[in-house]
Nanobody, 121 residues
Framework: QVQLVESGGGLVRPGGSLRLSCLAS????????MGWYRQAPGKQRELVAT???????NYADSVKGRFTISRDNARNTVYLQMNSLKPEDTAVYYC???????????????WGQGTQVTVSS
């Protein structure tokens, strides 16, 4: 059974840093684009950053210069390094894989359960 499991969330003061990890487990041959999205209370889920298999990245304007997405294809893991955190970054952060290829075919638009990030003094 394929799962995306996020970790690394928590409470941090403004200006602080956190590093999120998302491990894709199960029988996986390949994963296409992976990304991070977030949803704050009362708001829609929004894109934070994505990264392709070959490392092409895309960021929301609100996090450019502060967040860095990376991935380790051998470990089926994607990371999000978050620096200079602001209170408005507070949200549940979700990992996404747009296509996971396995022995029985593929899964599309696959999501993790989310990890809470709270930025507060």
């Amino acid at each position: 059974q394929v799962q995306l499991v996020e970790s690394g969330g928590g409470l941090v003061r403004p200006g602080g840093s956190l590093r999120l990890s998302c491990l894709a487990s199960g029988r996986i041959f390949a994963i296409n684009t992976m990304g991070w999205y977030r949803q704050a209370p009362g708001k829609q889920r929004e894109l934070v950053a994505t990264i392709t298999t070959v490392g092409i990245t895309n960021y929301a304007d609100s996090v450019k210069g502060r967040f860095t997405i990376s991935r380790d294809n051998a470990r089926n893991t994607v990371y999000l390094q978050m620096n200079s955190l602001k209170p408005e970054d507070t949200a549940v952060y979700y990992c996404n894989a747009d296509r996971i290829v396995g022995p029985n075919g593929y899964l599309t638009d696959f999501w993790g359960q989310g990890t809470q990030v709270t930025v507060s003094s």
